[in-house]
């Protein structure tokens, strides 16, 4: 099968005055399409430089990185932003909504830019918002939700334009277990759809809900496995 | 790209920040406000002064003792008499363009009546003066060409001459007054005229037949005009020759050699219209052009708002990147916002314009002229401050990088 991300010989080096930091040393991966991997690795190890990359945030220093097959390291800001649009979900481990925006407009956001009209905007918001759990609080601002519906309310935004890749940087990160969790399930639910699902996280718990585990060190893929995914073999739906 | 996409992100974004997005459109306001009421002031004022110099007669020459160059206006009037009585017949005989000629001498003095007496210019003149300045007789009959051979001891009054004389409500036509102890008939009312370019009241006059003046009121000097002979001609093109005509008459007359010693005066009431009318013209582009200015300033006001906007919404611009907004998506955001600011700062500014100059015409008596030319201009200049000071902001919000934007604090 095709894969969705194909990194070749990626490197970011970030240059602090007279110091070299490579945040990214010569990553190779492949990640076919409906996989549910896990991202883990002590701090500064370079999960986050990886998902920016991954999620067309940023761009590698060297090495090619081919997103569905095309090669998005030859892109241009504009083109870069539509796959970000339209093949991506991100979801941050702050959140980042709009303050003073309602659920529902944030949830829009991303078909503002795909140029839907307003209709079917708010059809396709709804839809992403009853399927977080989240219908009844579409007119509520981010300060007046929890960081738990906050966080769905992200997802509700990653899912929106239907894209194949969900990334996650440390979604549960300012999140209490029993509310990590339930992202979590939610992220299961979304692989099940047949999603393909990246998640970085610190605690293991999180990242038992995987399929594949990666783990990262010094800008290295240190260990690549694949394991049993604990609520996935429960509920028997593992590809 | 939809173009109204950006629009109701920008009028939402300006108002959140309702008192800051008024402060930021002050300055076109008073620049677009200003541009309106300095051309309007400018036009007003244009419209009034021609209105005066229609109502001073058309086609019109005045011929004055002393030099062009003694003075401006109207100069030569204080100076030493030099026309004389036979210029005026050499004028009226031998300048084939000019059609009337009149000659003007005045006094201030008072003019006594049965209800009351009122200080005025009492003048002397000829019937011929009344055309040449458009003036009819409203009640009553003009002193005739035989009154001044008779030296008929008659009067035709200005309005304000009978309002204060005899009152309303009173027929003054036939009626006696006295003038220097002098009793007169007055045999007729001029319509009314109104103010000239000066200010000053013209119906504040009356007229005797000029040999009436001559003999009772001139005093010495008796071979000379102590005044001013006013020449109608029958076009503006005839205007022009019966100016030339006079000058070489008048020369010869007073054997003069050199037009630079000229002691006499010829001015083409036109001529001094048309260039009342340029400096008119250059005050109203002046004005324009400090308007102009005032309008780039609110611009540079604009332009820095705009820029404390975007390192304020720095986050906020990662994070519309983040989900998908292209950079002329953001930069659009950021050029609508800067043009709703001072396109609506155009349209209030237009507003006040309006007011501002419908007060002024008011208090200072002009016209009330908006040009609607001028005011489309305003406003797309207006527009183009939005665009051009905004663009700056825009680039810059358009060129941050996703990831530090996400970063900022
Ligand atoms: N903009 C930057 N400029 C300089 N160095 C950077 C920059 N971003 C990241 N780095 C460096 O790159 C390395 C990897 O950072 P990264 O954020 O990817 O780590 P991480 O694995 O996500 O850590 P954490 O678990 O704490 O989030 C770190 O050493 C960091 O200091
Ligand atoms: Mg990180």
Redesign the pocket.
Known sequence: MKPVIRLEGVS?V???GETE?H?LAGVDLEVGAGEFVAIM????????????ILGCLDRPTTGRYLLDGRDVTTFDRGRLAEERNRTIGFVFQGFNLLARTSALENVELPLVYSGAPRRERIRRAREALDRVGLTDRAHHAPSQLSGGQQQRVAIARALVTSPRLILA??PTGNLDTRTSIDVMALFQDLWRAGLTVLV?T?EPDVAGFAARVIA?RD?RIVSDACQTARDARAAGGAP | MNLMQPFPIAVRALLRNKTRSFLTMLGVIIGVGSVISMVAVGEGAKSSVSKAFEQMGTNLLIVTSGSTRSGGFMGGMGSMPTLTWDDLDAIRSEAPSVRYAAPLMSQKTSIVGEDGNWNTQVNGTTPEYFPIRSWRVAEGSMFSASDIETNAKVVVLGQTVVSHVFGTGVDPVGKPVRIRGTPYQVIGILEKKGQSFGGTDLDDAAFVPISVFRGKLQGGLQQFITGVIFVGAGSAEETFRAQNQISSILADRHHIADRADDDFAVRNLTEIASARQQGMNTLTGLLAAIAVVSLLVGGIGIMNIMLVSVTERTREIGIRMAVGARPVHIMAQFLVEAMTLSMTGGLLGIGLGFGVSKILADNLVWAFVVRSDIVAVAFLFSAAVGVVFGLYPARKAMNLDP??AL?YE
């Not at chain 1, 690795?41 to 920016?52: Q, R």
Request: proline share 4%; hydrophobic share 25%.
């Open positions: 970011k970030y240059r602090a930091v945040a690795g002590p701090s500064g190890s370079g999960k986050s430089t990886l998902m920016n940087d440390e970085v610190h990262t800008g | 990831i530090e970063r």
